[in-house]
């Protein structure tokens, strides 16, 4: 095992957390913690893109300084993730004096390597404020960009420093094809190696019209210090947050998770900045799918809402967390219903695993006294051997669907274990050794389960490795879900782990 530094999209400032930037964080979090449960030494980043004339804009309307709305919108962030029990090491805040230091120093090593990686380049166009970019003819209708009709567009003409991403087509190319497993899923290295194919134009690196960002370091040939934009400000977040003070983060990342619709950046643009700067390229970019509602995707500007706090408090956070990333895959597109999460949440965790604890473990106080009795290996536990074998080959490829589908495989093994077994009829007849084989294949299993369901449910999962009497931190048990070895513990019957109804739906 080894160094694992792990990052997200940083999220724009300009809105409150929704259910889209939570799946994300979700993902990473719960590969984050597989690989710390396997031994690995994480670092996991998330944080804030704070930056851009929308975030002025919004402050402006507001009557506030742009400083006071992202304080304001990035601890809104924060408080979410911690309620999520998202185990970020850090959170970064493009804002922060070190960002602005090391964005300063990227461009300058560019400079350095290659003087004319950037050039001056005058350009005329309608800009989108809402886009934050300019619009190309084919997404202008009726005078409006096509994705914000309520916008205004203006016509810009400016003068700015490019970078010379066009340079970088060969070497892109070279690294897909000798790092196929760059970009994953193959659907999403599909459409880079097209882009590839078509040829790439060079990229605006600075802008002259806004101000709250990072000044870019060298002013244009008439004097203008211009503001970096934003692939030049935002992208280098996971490269400065090495600069801070206490940061384990090492460069290079061992894997960017972000969303398929920023794969571009991530892929061509970031890697070509890398390059041109003579620095290591990130080992792997994971883009992952969307999740919608009622049909349509999760986004401030589309005003598709679903109140986060409402989700997180119907069943608790770690049942939020096993259904998201239970039900949609992480590599796909996904549905959220209210009805799909209740369901999910009486099958599978109150009717499913709750209920298995539950009976197993008031067995084991009934005919035991509460204390695991030792016996030999039973089908079961041939059941739970192969689970943890799916297991871990679903998590190392970040199927984290599949991951949760071979720990609640075995949640169905152990519920016919008990009805083949029937424990209760092995009491009546006084089968002493059969009775202890039951009750201590159940006991493993469990153990078993509650390793297996932690970076998915942290908190349950800790809550069951403590009634089943285990020491120390399930986040550290690893080695039991390959030999769990419950014999002599004091369990006890769980309480309220996963109660039942739910409430009524909203
Ligand atoms: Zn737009």
Redesign the pocket.
Known sequence: MGRFFITTAIDYANGDPHMGHAFEKLGADCIARYRRLRGDDVWFLVGMDEHGQKVAQTAAERGITPKALVDEVAAVFQRTWSELGISNDQFIRTTAPEHHAGVRRLIEKIFAKNPDDFYERSYAGWY?V??ESF?PEAEIVDGK?V??PT?TLEWVEERNWFFRLSRYQQFLQDLMERRPDFVQPDTRRNEILGLLRQGLEDVSASRSRFSWGVPFPRPTSDGETQTTYVWFDALPNYWTAADFPGSGATWPAQLHVIGKDITRFHCVIWPAMLHAAGEEIPERVWAHGFIYYGGDRFSKSAGVRLDLREAISRHGPDALRYFLLREVGFAADGNFTWERFDERYLSDLADGLGNLASRSLAMIEKYRGGVVPAGPATPLDEAGAAAVAGYVRAMDGFDLKGGAEAAWGLVTSANQYIVQTAPWSLAKQEKVAELDAALAALARCLVRLSVLASPFMPGKAQELWQYLGQDASVAQGWSRAERPNPATAKVRKPEGMFPKPPPPNP
Request: hydrophobic share 10%; proline share 0%; net charge positive.
């Open positions: 989108c809402g886009c619009k960009c994705l914000h916008r």
